[in-house]
């Protein structure tokens, strides 16, 4: 099952932005897992959601900002961003994990490619 992300875009700081994360077949992992990374940083984690029950993780810079959902009969996931600021610029990537709401990159085995979020000031 591949992984493919999509909805980013340029956008003012305040402003909103939804990505979309769809499998090309039945999502297979027990977690999906949004991630970001800027130039020069490290791959950081963003939300994550259990697929089958929808319990959700979020790391600290966006909680309160950004929502995690997921469609299971569309086999899509989603990434509401509001609130944006310039420092959400990244490239946002999808993933998939066999574990449960797990933020370490690692765990993560099913990688879709990435859409480019710019946030202006």
């Known amino acids: 099952v591949q992984l493919q992300a999509s909805g980013g875009g340029l956008v003012q700081a305040g402003g909103s932005l939804r990505l979309s994360c769809a499998a090309s077949?039945?999502?297979?992992?027990?977690?999906l897992g949004w991630f970001r990374q800027a130039p020069g940083q490290e791959r950081e984690f963003v939300a994550a959601?259990?697929?089958?029950?929808?319990?959700?993780y979020y790391a600290d810079s966006v909680k309160a900002r950004f929502t995690i959902a997921r469609d299971s009969a569309k086999n899509t996931g989603y990434l509401q961003m509001d609130s944006l600021k310039p420092e959400d610029t990244a490239v946002y990537y999808c993933?998939?994990?066999?574990?449960?709401?797990?933020?370490?990159?690692?765990?993560?085995?099913?990688w879709g490619q990435g859409t480019q979020v710019t946030v202006s000031s």
């Open positions: 959601i259990t697929w089958s029950s929808g319990s959700t």
């Open positions: 993933a998939a994990s066999p574990r449960f709401l797990t933020e370490f990159p690692s765990r993560y085995d099913n």
């Open positions: 077949g039945t999502f297979s992992g027990t977690t």
